[in-house]
Every structure is written in C-alpha cells, then in structure tokens.
C-alpha cells in the first residue's frame, strides 16, 4: 500500500467517523430535546458563547472537529440561528489563524497544528482569482489547515480575506444545520453526497493548480 493510498483511506475513516458522531448528535438532541431546550433557553447567552467559543477553537487548535454539534444547536435554537452562530464561530477562530501565521509563521503555528495540515491545504491556493478561489475552499474546507495556508503561503488582503471567508463559510453551515434537523436516512444521504462532491470539487482544485505550476516550469 502506497502513500497516497494510506491518505485515501485515512480520510475516508475520519468521514465516517464525522458522520457517524453528526447521526449520535442528532439522535441525542431528539432523545432529550425538552430537556436541552430547557437548559439552553434558561442559559441562553452563556450556551451561545460556549458554542461559538467551540468552534472558535476548531479552527485555531485542529483537528478538533465541531461539525457533531451543529444537530444539536439545530434542534435547540433552530437551524437558522445553527448556522449564522456556526459562522460567526468559524470567522472568529479563522482571523485569529490567519492573523497568527501571517505574524509569527511556522514557529508558532507548529504548536498549534500539524504543519502537514497547512502545507496540504497549501496545495489547494491558486495564484490568481484569489477572492472566488477562497469563497470555493470555504465551502469545502471550513477548517484544517487553511486559514493558516492562507496566511502563510498567499497575498490576499486582510478585508479581501474575511469577507470571502464569511461567504463562502454560509452555504456549507446552513447546509448542514438544516440537515441536523432531517431523519437519520436523509443525514446519511446528505452528508455522504457533500462529502462526495467535496472531495471532486476539491481534487478538481488541485489538478487545476499543478497543471498550472507545471505549465510555469516549462
């Protein structure tokens, strides 16, 4: 077994297991909703900080995983609200990744994340069309290593970075916010179909950029 066979199938156990613990999430949120809503809605404030704080923290120390959550945010505040808190969380923990590495670079950011995260991400940053190219690799990678990539290895304006981080962070959480609230059948329908078209959208991206680069060397 080859390398990139090994990464393959690494991958695709950390997709199963993501979709394995998105269904147990949901499946206890309709399990004990009364009971969550009740605490939720008597703690409100403080349930919305901690929540936004967790995925604040996916982004920044990876590989935590925040997308198990979302069903039960959907089902406790609505998915709405699901995802406009999962953005507002995202964009939080994506600044202060972005920031960091520009600033300090890989010394620091080695502490904080795999630097094999980053540099694969890296792969996936083209050199032109920056804007699109990052509200695209929203969609697909919310978190790992990108933000830190972005900060690193590309010129993308601070304000230009953001706002096409907001953008493109919208699809993918209310997509999945809404699907925290669907049938196990529709979930496991659902998230496997995204991961699916993640993974094109995302191999279709690396394709595109080392044809680039190899037409650059010639």
């Known amino acids: ?89 995202w964009t939080i923990g994506d600044i202060i990744a972005f920031l960091l590495s520009r600033k300090y670079g890989k010394p620091l950011i080695k502490k904080l994340i795999s630097l094999k995260e980053v540099e694969r991400a890296e792969k996936f940053i083209p050199e032109h069309h920056i804007f699109i190219s990052v509200v695209l690799l929203r969609m697909t990678l919310p978190s790992d290593g990108l933000s830190y990539a972005l900060g690193l290895f590309s ?5 230009t970075y953001v706002l096409a981080t907001i953008i493109g962070s919208l699809p993918f959480a209310f997509v999945f916010a809404y699907l925290g609230t669907l049938s196990v059948k529709w979930q496991i329908l659902g998230l496997t179909v995204s991961f699916i078209l993640v993974g094109i959208i995302l191999y279709t991206g690396y394709r595109i950029k080392k044809k680039a680069i190899d037409k650059n060397k010639k």
Not at 155 to 159: A, M, P
């Open 1 to 89: 077994m080859n390398k990139k066979q090994k990464e393959v199938i690494k991958a695709g156990l950390a997709v199963g297991f993501i979709i394995a613990l998105f269904i147990l999430s949901s499946y206890i949120a309709n399990l004990y909703i009364d009971e969550l809503k009740d605490f939720a809605f008597s703690n409100y404030k403080t349930g919305v900080l901690v929540y936004i704080f967790i995925f604040t923290l996916s982004i920044v120390i990876a590989p935590i995983s925040s997308l198990p959550l979302i069903p039960l945010a959907s089902n406790v505040w609505g998915w709405q609200l699901a995802a406009i808190y999962s953005v507002v969380g």
């Open 155 to 159: 010129n993308i304006k601070f304000k």
